[in-house]
């Protein structure tokens, strides 16, 4: 084969696969964090502080309905299954509408839901179709930090408020409808850090993967740990879709710098790749890290033993302490579940429904984009008791006031619930 | 002549090799060594598929890592129900299937299409079977256990290896050693290598060119098979497409660093590319490239070889 | 009696090439088919060879009807093919060009040794070139080299295509010569050529047209006048 035939067919090697990465694969694992939840919301925020009242604009709520748009990833680097979030989409709303047929001034909640396919570009072509075709009134982002930023730019363009879980805050904290529902991977940082400090932990390493998305949260982390007076022994970027040799090496450095706590920001497949290694080579340090996706149940039926002393702040606490904090959430499923047991990506959907059904309903019966916005930005407090409370206020994006401390345990393979509502201080 | 220069691949070889463990054990990477035969063994595995069918039919079959993960599916949907060797042989039945199935109804009414054609439809049916898997059995991923538990029998340079990974090792290099001999040595592997020279002389020879094509699909899909179910288990787990993303590309430039023909090129270019990827995430000299240095380095070893030995490692010229 | 029946004969492509070509070869005979380029020879041959289906017409076999088998049948059945081009394996040596030359007869290994034997001893040029890759050989030795790879498989009936093709006028008469060689021992020859310097060897003159035979004959038949006239003389229109 001639030299010139192989450079091109190396080329159409990379065509090929990273299509395939970013469309239907995967393993490998990239940058974004997949966030099972997100919000609800609304208010304002146009540059002066106040979306203007003549412009509350009502499409996609009608006297009888109220359509929300959802994208996730169901397919690509780090997909969610797609029945659990079928089905988990709307299953607050479903019981709305049994129970309280007039709350929302007697309007259904109907979910519209996009697989993004964990692909910015695409993420940003479903949210349109979702607005322009399916008349959604508001957009969620269900996962992929960088899937959510992509398409909450593209919502603050069009004036469509956009709802997520705290993710990362560059890029987005100009996005002028957009809201965080819960606390930030920069806002998680310092809990994260204190928590180390009371464990009794010093040496503490960094593997952060290599997406400008984790920049922040990175950087948030280092300084709260130097703060804190921690010792960063190895601080890392990682490939965001490593491979096996690379995130061997990642913990032959770790284990060399003798870390004993490692703060993870990656993929959950790179955590994965990363814990498992780790314990091939007898090396067992605690994980620690905002979690979200790496704090999803299913990375334990995955990754245990590697992954058993995992611990991870999260936006939803557990199942096991679901029946005290929202008692309607088992029981829903059990009515509406389909035969599906209730999850954890479940309840991330349930709490971020029912602090987006806390803000409807504080905007009253002139439910419109501006109306909503202006309402969420007043300062006022919406707590769902599954989710942490949230506030906005002087144009703040960010509205998380405390997260959950979840504990893996390979025994059960289920997170179990350390700590609930770990308040950030200051 | 012919000769010399074949001499003349295994001393650069030899001379890569001795060089590139000597500036390891110099600066400290030694664990990056073995790290590097240990992962690099399963991009090996991979490429001696990509060789095989390379040298019959002279196509880049984008194809051969969904035959890894059909078998590491099937290892997984079958070990609830079956003693786990027994899973492992149905695993490879399929995926051998798989590559009969392929053959049949892709490469032969493709047989005298232009080459480039068949590339693309190799990528058509590694594309088709992920949609499957996905269409299947979700995008997620799921838990599949190693053959040999046994983790820390041995330690080598400060690296652990476990049993799993010497079966890979073991299976790699025999391997490779009976493939290079089939190849050399037995009337089907002269056939085999004369239909990707002349495919109508081969016929008048009185040999069936389309059942060798079988031949070679079945037992390329086999080592694509024995490279899932050997590597995929002590990674932990697999998603749908796991081998096509995370080992095609290494795989294929194992391969390529190897000379495209060369079945013991394809097995160390495998173990180089490994190092050289796990040099790249723990040298400190590298930690200052943004991106991805493990990939990067690897591109760039894999773009040297082709400007300046683009017959490879130990492939022949011409 | 005749070892090759070749009845009304019909091949397309996607235009018909042979339009009902009749002939018969006997045994022990060497055949020379003759014709411009396009005249449907190479067709014919490969068709005998089962490298092509014929739409209509018989091959017949020492009386079998052969028509629209594949090599692989015939190869076993004594037919064996020395393609225009010359066609080895480049990359393999010489010895394993020949090995595979033996594929049929690859169960019996004391045959095989035999007739490498033989083949060295037609070619002994080949014998001193056993390691070397088929890929670098002249032309000449590679035209020894096909030739003798399809000995391998100890044929019945030999064709071959274009034998002097690109050779120098000394070394086509060394093949020639060889190749009467080889039909003295009792192999049946049909050569498909258009260098008249095969003519002293043949014993059979078959010339085609434009898809048809427009002359055969044997013995004194063949005389260069009438060649001439028929063959080289229209080939000037």
Redesign the interface.
Known sequence: MSQRARVAILLLVVALVGAACGQKTGVAGTGGEVVAGGGGGGGGGTASGQHEPDDNDTSGVSDSEIVIGVHAPVTGASPLPQRTFDIGKDIYWQLLAANEPDALGGRRVRVVFRDDEFNPNRAVEVCREMVESEGAFILVGGGGADQITACAEYAAENGVPYFSAGVNEAGLEEASTYFALSLTYAQQAPLIAQRIKDEGFEKVGVAVADTPSFQDGHDAFVDAAEEAGLDIVADDTINKTASEAEALAEVQKLKDADAEVVFILTSPLVYLGIAGGARNQNYDPVFIGPGITSGLNQVLTFGCPGVAKGRFFSPFPELDVIDELDPDYVAAYEQFGQGEPADDIGLALWGLNKTIRLMFEATGDELGRAALMNTIEGGEVFDSGVFAPVEFSDGERFGGTAAHLLKADCDTKLYSTEEQFVQAEG | MDRLRERQGQVITAAVITLLVLVLLATGEKESLVIGVITGSAYGFLALGLVLIYKSSGVFNFAQGEFGTVAVYTLYLLHFDVPYGFALLGALGVAVLMGVVVERLVVRPLFDAPRVTLLVATAGVALLSIAVQIWFGEATARPVGRALPTLDRFTVLGVQISDQRLLLLGALAILAGLLAWFFNKTNLGLAILGSSQEPTATELMGISVKRLSTIVWALAALLGGLAGVLAVPETGGFAPGVLTVAFLIPAFTAAVLGGMTSLPGAFLGGVIVGVVEAVATSAPIFEDIPGSPGTLLVFVVLLIVLVARPQGLLGKAG | MALVEVEDLRVSYENPVLLGVSFEVEEGETAVLFGLNGAGKTTTVQTI?G?LKPDAGKIRLGGTDIAGR???K???MGV??V?EGR??????SVA?NL???A??R?ANGSEVDERRELVFEYFPRLSERVD??A??LSGGEQQMLAIG??LM?KPKLLLIDEASLGLSPALAKTVFQVVKRINDDGVTVIIVEQNVGVLPYADRVLIMEKGTLIFSGVGDEIQDANLRESYLGKAEE
């Open positions: 060879a490298l594949p090599p692989s015939l190869v076993p064996a093919l393609p066609r080895v394996f480049p990359a393999l394993n090995r595979l030359g594929w049929v690859r070397q890759a890929g670098t790879r399809a498989s």
